[in-house]
């Protein structure tokens, strides 16, 4: 199994760890994306998700955003407060502090053949994530706009080696929806890589994950479990909401995920403004 590829620090890292004491409430709010701060695969964000991100900053915690969706669409959502962001994208195959990328969980180039042939042989569509692109062979007839808001910048490629990018995910897509099918991916798949639920319509296959990608941060930042606060809402959250010592699931959730969190909400932006109104600085 490869190690993380570790391309720089954690340069505006560094700065913050130094402010942060390893003793005290919270200093780093995680989110997930679809299902949670936004509807699933939905292009753009509401206005209280910038507001509630501002805040954050202003009250000199930090944010990041924890999701399956590549980095190139996340920073784009996040555009005017990046810098700003730790970003843990493709289900936390990829981190960057703002645009400054830190490092990545590559697949290893022979997995890539086997979890291509794997995913087309139950009729699904093949994604794949590099750290700067997306790559597919074709685009799927149903539900285009769906498929595509995610993906970031997209390249089309008739070959396998056309890609020179660094592979960091595969994700299988099935626009009828991935329950019926995921069971046998994990089967043929899941001993040796990640595989995740990541929405309806998606089963991701890494060597990461959204808790390691997150232990890797609070080792970097010298914070503790303790001081984190994070909402999820499907099975590819599980071992972050484990991981915080503030965890909540949605309320729309299924039962499995609540299960691994500490509480349930509703509205995430709200909860989090309530909780910086009521904090003791």
């Not at 695969?41 to 944010?63: C, K, N, T």
């Not at 590549?70 to 981190?95: K, P, Q, R």
């Not at 979890?115 to 750290?131: D, K, N, R």
């Not at 910048?153 to 929806?177: H, N, Q």
Request: aromatic share 8%; charged share 20%; with cysteine.
């Amino acid at each position: 199994m490869q190690e993380f590829l570790k391309v720089d620090d954690f340069l505006e890292g560094t700065r913050r760890a130094a402010a942060v004491p390893v003793e005290g409430p919270i200093k780093l709010i995680v989110s997930d994306f679809d299902g949670t701060l936004l509807p699933e695969s939905y292009p753009e964000l509401e206005a209280d998700v910038p507001a509630m991100v501002h805040a954050i900053h202003e009250a000199g915690l930090i944010f990041a955003a924890a999701s399956g969706r590549h980095y190139t669409n996340l920073s784009s959502l996040m555009a005017e407060y990046a810098d700003d962001v730790i970003f843990l994208s493709n289900n936390g195959a990829h981190i960057s502090d703002g645009h400054t990328h830190i490092g990545c969980f590559p697949l290893p180039t022979k997995a890539v053949p086997l979890i291509l042939q794997t995913i087309e042989e139950v009729g699904a569509t093949p994604v794949i994530s590099g750290l700067n692109a997306t790559y597919l062979f074709t685009l799927p007839e149903e539900q285009e706009h769906l498929y595509l808001e995610s993906l970031g910048k997209l390249i089309m490629i008739k070959d396998i080696r056309e890609v020179k990018d660094t592979i960091i995910k595969i994700s299988a897509y099935s626009a009828p929806g991935i329950l019926g099918i995921s069971d046998y991916l994990s089967a043929k798949l899941g001993d040796q890589y990640q595989a995740a639920i990541s929405g309806r319509h998606w089963q991701d296959f890494t060597l990461a994950s959204k808790g390691k990608a997150l232990r890797y941060v609070l080792d970097e930042l010298h914070l503790q479990p303790d001081q984190v606060m994070c909402f999820g809402d499907n099975y590819n959250d599980r071992d972050m909401l484990a991981l915080a010592g503030h965890s909540y699931a949605m309320e729309d959730a299924v039962p499995a995920v609540k299960s691994w969190a500490q509480g349930t909400v509703k509205h995430v932006p709200s909860f989090v403004m309530h909780y910086l109104h009521a904090r003791t600085f």
